[in-house]
């Protein structure tokens, strides 16, 4: 079975441009996140998505920061304007739909490396 | 005071050898607690469930105190491929169905041959 997949593996933009991460969560995994990782430092929560309904956006930087989820598949993150903070790796991940008795693993993509120069 | 603390290391150990990594947490609401496992440049992966009962998979360890808010892993008889960085890792329920993930920055463990 397909693990998480995210695209691109890396981008490198100029202060100022927009970037759109991808990412395809396992078939069948209704709850998608995405986590960010700027150097030395810890890996941090942005947000989380049910099927396509944003269930917590409470770690988003900021509002040049949109994620969606059209159709409750693939998810984009868009940053626009970057900004030179905005450097770092993007962690997506998914795991299957959330039961009040037990937590759901998190299964991780590789990343997008995002460089803003 | 962050969220999850964790040894800064990097703990550079001898093949053979047994290591303890530690870590505290804030959060009394935090619900579930892991160690994950990151290799360079790789994205991370877990390795284990923390249980207040302690749990053991193989060469690994973990134990919780939810008293002292204190998580550790033990690993015994180190080998090569145990070189990376270790999470801890920590899951808060903040509503509505939503677990977050607490990410402590990591320690860097070398297996030295």
């Known amino acids: ?117 | 005071r962050k969220e999850v603390e964790q040894d800064p290391g990097p703990f550079n150990v001898p093949e053979g050898a047994t290591v303890a990594f530690n870590c505290t947490y804030s959060n009394s609401a935090s619900q579930s607690f892991f160690w994950y496992r990151q290799d360079c440049r790789k994205e991370p992966k877990l390795l284990m469930s923390v249980y207040s009962s302690g749990n053991e998979d193989g060469r690994f360890t973990a134990q919780l105190n939810r008293a002292s808010q204190y998580i550790s892993l033990l690993i015994r008889d180190s080998k090569l491929s145990d070189s990376a960085t270790y999470l801890c890792v920590v899951s808060v329920y903040s509503g509505a169905g939503s677990y977050q993930l607490t990410f402590g920055k990591g320690t860097k463990l070398s297996v030295i041959p």
């Open chain 1, 1 to 117: 079975e397909a693990g998480v997949t995210q695209f691109p593996s890396h981008s490198v933009i100029e202060k100022g441009q927009t970037v759109t991460l991808r990412c395809d969560p396992i078939s069948g995994h209704d709850n998608l996140y995405w986590y960010r990782r700027v150097m030395g430092k810890e890996i941090k929560f942005l947000l989380h998505f049910v099927k396509e309904s944003k269930q917590d956006e409470s770690g988003m930087p900021n509002n040049r920061f949109l994620a969606e989820r059209t159709g409750g598949t693939y998810s984009t993150l868009k940053v626009q304007p970057a900004e030179l903070e905005d450097s770092g790796v993007y962690f997506c991940a998914s795991s299957q739909r959330w039961t009040a008795l037990t937590y759901n693993e998190q299964f991780f993509g590789p990343g997008t490396r995002l460089t803003v120069l």
